[in-house]
């Protein structure tokens, strides 16, 4: 039997490690396997998917992936400082995140990142926003999808469905 090798309509586990390109700096490493219908409605960057075409199982892919190819760019209008005392006191350290709504109801997620004396800055933008990155992904496992995962494009586990 020919070994298995990741195209539409297969299931894929992979591992993978980001870089920021800029100083090579280690920013995620997912050890344990993530599960990916390729080609489905919910996978990976086009450009992963693109580069892990055909590849089997302990193949790996090194895909640099430009800001526009992933968390987008960083937009200024989402940093927003304000005087410290109008920040509940729960959220007045780096690193804090509170979840606030936009004119349009859909959820935002602000992180403290800067703090001094008198005042605080959130920021909206996805940590990785604005980066240039790399991504190392390795191919853990290859098998054929359900009917259910083709019909919805996504693995059953993203689903709940066991």
Same mark, same amino acid.
């Given at each position: ?39 489905? &409605? ?10 892990? #075409? =055909?590849? +089997? %199982?302990?193949?790996? @892919?090194?895909? *640099? ?26 959220? &007045? ?10 004119? #349009? =109801?859909? +959820? %935002?997620?602000?992180? @403290?990142?800067? *703090? ?26 290859? &098998? ?13 586990? +993203?689903?709940?469905?066991?």
């Amino acid at each position: 039997m020919a070994e298995p090798k990741v195209a539409r309509g297969k299931v894929v586990s992979v591992t993978y490690t980001i870089r920021d390109q800029a100083d090579d700096n280690l920013l995620e490493a997912i050890e344990v396997p993530v599960d990916y219908l390729h080609g489905g &409605r919910v996978g990976l960057y086009e450009k992963i998917e693109a580069a892990l #075409e =055909g590849k +089997a %199982v302990g193949d790996g @892919v090194e895909v *640099l992936l430009h800001p526009e190819d992933a968390f987008g760019p960083r937009d200024p209008d989402l940093t927003f400082t304000d005087v410290i005392e109008n920040v509940p006191p729960d959220f &007045r350290r780096l690193g804090a995140q509170a979840e606030f709504h936009n004119e #349009e =109801g859909e +959820a %935002v997620t602000m992180t @403290v990142t800067h *703090l001094d004396a008198g005042t605080i800055t959130l920021d909206g933008n996805h940590p990785l926003a604005g980066k240039n990155l790399i991504f190392a992904v390795r191919v853990a496992a290859i &098998r054929d999808a359900t009917p259910q995962e083709l019909m919805v494009g996504e693995v059953a586990q +993203a689903q709940g469905l066991h």
